[in-house]
């Protein structure tokens, strides 16, 4: 059995996956994948690769101007029969509007989908390949999020923020000569969302020993490697520098891998990643433009950071907390939710209340025993997977990415607001629904 932090990304996409010590075979289903200088010259071996030959290619008119240029002369050189489309909105969102427009415009003779983008593109593509029943290959122009190989879309559904599971693309070309020349406040959203495997590493053994939930070793492995060559290459960015980029997309593209292969997002996405969805629904709400997701979750994860900081100080006390779940107020959070989120409250409410039932008592008594039993083992996986923030702090500063919410656009209630709500738009077991579990979420003080 191999470890995967070790093994090339040829060994890792290969077809049949790899056995792994945890009882699982990981596989990510996926024909092509290329990472380097002049990879875009490699999209007709993609396509043979896929076993296709006409794609219908979609793009905006960023990724337009930043790759189109160097895609069509190859397929035109390789002779490929396609269709074009470039979205028309001027800003496109992961939206039913897109989707909508997508689906009017794809020409069924055709018997794939190329994406030319980063994520709202790749997201885009992946949910219109499911819908279509076509392979799908993306072209990367920035390294701006980890999705590239991850089998799930980041989309909005009647304004909020949702996880849809499609599949991962069946090629990922990423070319370091375009994506290099990215607009620099891309290459800092790519680092901002590998920073945060830092949380999500932790989050996923805390939501192990709390909940139970499927943890593999092996593939935290290949992250943390990952995320070390990262963090390592990062000061390079700013010069814009191949090999930083390459790192990085490496790392991003590893990231929907290693999603993929544990079958969930933990791996790469933890509480910090909720702070840019939770922002993103008031923003659509308040009908006010927001930051690139990555840029949001690199500010999410220093106040993730931060959080840690108080909990690492915590000891769980069970009175205190089936005290405030039998205290515990549904319709007034029901009022505070309607106050945070505006007209998509309503959605969540009923999410929380007919879906997720994430504050039923009996499971929370459950839960809060073995948050008490498994307290050592929490505290020790904090001590291993958790870097120390100043330090966090440091590189993100002298690369000038945003280090506080007012550096996006939004304020520091709305911080504490999307802390206290994001346990209640998903099911997932976050950082905050263990300090919910614990009593104290409410009463906590968020660092400024």
Not at 110 to 139: E, P, T, Y
Not at 173 to 198: E, F, N, Q, S, T
Request: with cysteine.
């Amino acid at each position: 059995m191999i470890r995967f932090a070790d093994a090339s990304l040829n060994t890792l996409i290969r077809k049949g996956g790899n056995e792994c010590a945890c009882g699982r075979r990981h596989a990510v289903d996926m024909d092509y994948l290329s990472i380097c200088s002049g990879a875009v010259q490699e999209i007709p071996q993609a396509l043979d690769a896929m076993g296709k030959k006409r794609p219908f290619i979609v793009c905006d008119a960023n990724t337009k101007a930043a790759a189109w240029g160097r895609v069509q002369p190859v397929l035109e050189a390789a002779g490929v029969n396609y269709v074009f489309f470039c979205l028309p909105m001027a800003h496109v969102e992961p939206n039913e509007e897109a989707m909508g427009a997508l689906v009017m415009r794809f020409d069924p003779a055709c018997d794939c989908i190329m994406g030319i983008g980063s994520g709202v593109i790749n997201d885009c593509c992946k949910v219109l390949a499911r819908a279509v029943g076509r392979k799908m290959m993306i072209v990367g122009t920035a390294p701006s999020m980890d999705g590239y190989a991850s089998n799930s879309s980041a989309m909005i559904r009647e304004g909020v923020k949702c996880t849809l599971v499609n599949a991962a693309p069946d090629a990922i070309i990423c070319d370091v000569d375009i994506i290099k020349d990215a607009p620099m406040r891309m290459l800092r959203a790519g680092l901002g969302d590998m920073l945060a495997k830092y949380v999500a590493l932790f989050e996923w053994r805390m939501a192990a020993a709390v909940k139970g939930e499927y943890y593999c070793e092996n593939v935290a492995g290949l992250m943390r490697a990952t995320l070390e060559k990262i963090v390592a290459h990062a000061p390079g960015l700013r010069e814009r520098d191949p090999a930083a980029v390459q790192a990085t997309v490496e790392g991003l593209v590893l990231s929907g891998i290693a999603m993929s292969y544990a079958g969930v997002s933990r791996p790469a996405s933890g509480f910090e990643h909720y702070f840019s969805h939770l922002w993103e629904m008031m923003a659509l709400d308040r009908k006010i433009p927001f930051e690139l997701h990555g840029i949001q979750v690199g500010v999410g994860t220093l106040l993730a950071l931060r959080i840690l900081d108080q909990v690492r100080t915590m000891t769980p006390d069970r009175e205190r907390a089936l005290a405030f779940v039998r205290g515990f107020d549904e319709d007034a959070w029901d009022e505070e939710l309607r106050r945070i989120l505006g007209g998509t409250a309503e959605t969540v409410i009923h999410l929380r209340r007919s879906v997720f039932h994430n504050n039923d008592a009996a499971a929370h008594a459950e839960r809060i025993e073995r948050i008490i039993e498994h307290w050592d083992e929490i505290l020790y996986a904090a001590q291993q997977e958790l870097p120390q923030t100043a330090q966090i702090e440091a590189l993100m500063r002298s690369l000038g990415m945003a280090m506080t919410p007012e550096d996006i656009g939004f304020t520091h209630q709305d911080a504490v607001d999307a802390f206290r709500a994001a346990r209640d738009t998903r099911d997932k077991y976050l950082t905050s629904s263990m300090l919910w579990d614990m009593g104290v979420l409410l009463e906590m003080e968020l660092p400024e």
